[in-house]
């Protein structure tokens, strides 16, 4: 009889507590912000060896067939055709790679780690902070400014000449940065004035299609972005405002420093970070993924259009290097779960406009769950990442009825547990998704919006001026001179639709 009673108790118990359990509720908004250029990688001296003829990693990430789809690709503009005698790079370095990823309708981007070292203060390619250069800071010659411009159009029309039209090229990687190796030290009023008086130099007539990315600084502030955008001659010129992480969470940084270049029209792409790179010799634990899936949610959420992350291959990357010291999982050119992560946001949130939801949020801090949410032709999806031990039941109140549904979930790192496919139960048209978010999980769904029911009447427009300047861009991100076919157009104030021209 004890033995009853007390199995009666236990089982009580579990009872209350899973009732005790709140569900929790996120209402996704019919308020549209910005849309998402795409995702990608560095292709970059370092792991990428032998440097210009190994792709086989690029060919396994990028494209939309790819199990990743990754589709922009970042390389470096080397401070001349041969070299900077800092790398065994030259432009041939990542050519076979940009080759692929335009062929497979990819954007490309150049970003120099430095001008040419005759340009410079302490005439070289190396940013300076060495002995062997007396600590002199190398920063680009104000009787060099004419030459900087003229400098990148000899890149472009090489990359064209072998088959690349360049998307855009960059100012400089980290400005702000004193480095030892490839460098150039810029303040903020020495890109402006390098900008408003130089930046009409660069060759748009033979490139029409490229865009001028700002200098790229260590971190994603506004002391480095700001200023572009509150000179009228600077934001002419300028198409994308970028920056790095490293020490700056994007919704402390990245997000105010967005606010200026969305109201003016412009894109705001993070570059570059590496996510627990500093792990040792040792793969990614789950959680450690998670985070990274939080980074690329954070920066959605901070007005992010464009997310490239830094090495294509390392061990804290997409692609295995072959190493055994780092563990049995690291096999050369094999996809690494953080890959799989990626994908979520690459094969799912590319070429959609972002939605705001009730639990948007306002810091990197607190709360284990985090969501954002994308609209895309008849798709809608939801982003939830969950870093809690624990389920969660939740329902997800949508501003449209849909019909269908799927689900893309990731729970660990074994390739058993990492993009799992299912089909979402919706018997009926609704507007209310009930679901339970699995402990530690990476969960993307992707419902299918019902044209056919009343409730679609009800879809909210943003209000924008008619007469307002709008810039066009097809669907991969790219700026179109003249809007022609499906492309997405884009208020100055940040909004973006899909329309038929």
């Not at 890959?339 to 949130?349: E, G, T, Y």
Request: negative net charge; glycine residues 8%; hydrophobic residues 35%.
């Amino acid at each position: 009889m004890k033995k009853i009673i007390f199995s009666l108790i236990v089982l009580l118990g579990v009872t209350a507590t899973q009732a005790a359990k709140p569900r929790y509720s996120l209402t996704v908004n019919d308020v549209r912000r910005q849309t998402i250029s795409g995702f990608g990688g560095a292709c970059c001296d370092g792991a990428m060896k032998p440097f210009g003829t190994d792709n086989l990693c690029v060919n396994r990430l990028y494209g939309k067939r790819s199990k990743i789809g990754l589709n922009i690709l970042r390389m470096e503009i080397s401070p001349s055709f041969t070299g900077d005698n800092w790398g065994d790079y030259d432009w041939n370095g990542s050519l076979p790679s940009a080759q692929l990823v335009k062929n497979r309708g990819g954007i490309v981007f150049g970003t120099p780690w430095s001008p040419p070292g005759e340009y410079k203060t302490n005439g070289t390619a190396q940013g300076g902070n060495s002995d062997d250069q007396g600590n002199q800071r190398g920063k680009l010659r104000e009787d060099c400014y004419d030459k900087f411009f003229p400098w990148l159009n000899t890149f472009l029309d090489w990359m064209k000449s072998h088959g690349v039209e360049m998307d855009a090229v960059s100012i400089q990687n980290e400005p702000d940065w004193w480095v030892n190796y490839s460098g150039c030290l810029y303040d903020p009023q020495d890109l402006v004035k390098l900008v408003k008086n130089h930046a009409w130099m660069l060759d748009r007539e033979n490139h029409p299609g490229v865009r001028l990315i700002s200098g790229e600084p260590l971190g994603f502030t506004q002391n480095y972005t700001d200023p572009l955008m509150q000179d009228e001659t600077c934001r002419e010129q300028v198409d994308i405002i970028a920056g790095h992480l490293y020490g700056h969470a994007p919704l402390q940084y990245m997000k105010p420093a967005a606010v200026l270049p969305t109201k003016y029209g412009k894109e705001v792409w993070m570059t570059e970070h590496s996510v627990t790179d500093n792990i040792g010799d040792r793969l990614p634990t789950w959680h450690e993924n998670l985070i990274f899936a939080e980074e690329l949610n954070e920066c959605m959420l901070s007005g992010c259009t464009g997310y490239i992350y830094w090495y294509l291959r390392a061990h804290w990357a997409f692609c295995g290097t072959g190493e055994t010291k780092y563990g049995p999982g690291n096999k050369k050119d094999e996809l690494l779960p953080r890959a799989f992560v990626m994908s979520h946001f690459s094969k799912h949130v590319t070429g959609s406009t972002r939605l705001t939801t009730s639990k948007d949020k306002t810091s990197g801090e607190g709360d284990a769950l985090e969501f954002s949410a994308y609209i895309k032709g008849d798709s809608l999806i939801v982003m939830a990442i969950d870093t809690a031990e624990t389920t969660r039941p939740m329902t997800i109140k949508l501003p449209y009825h849909v019909k269908s549904g799927e689900l893309v979930l990731s729970t660990g790192n074994e390739p058993d547990k990492l993009c799992q496919q299912q089909t979402l139960d919706i018997p009926e048209s609704t507007n209310e998704f009930v679901t339970e978010l699995p402990a530690r999980s990476l969960s993307t769904y992707i419902f299918m919006i019902d044209r056919n029911s009343t409730a679609i009447a009800n879809v909210k427009q943003t209000d924008e001026d008619d007469d307002a300047p709008k810039s066009y861009y097809d669907l991969q991100g790219r700026l179109l001179t003249e809007p022609h076919g499906l492309c997405i157009e884009r208020s100055a104030s940040g909004h973006s639709r899909k329309v038929i021209m």
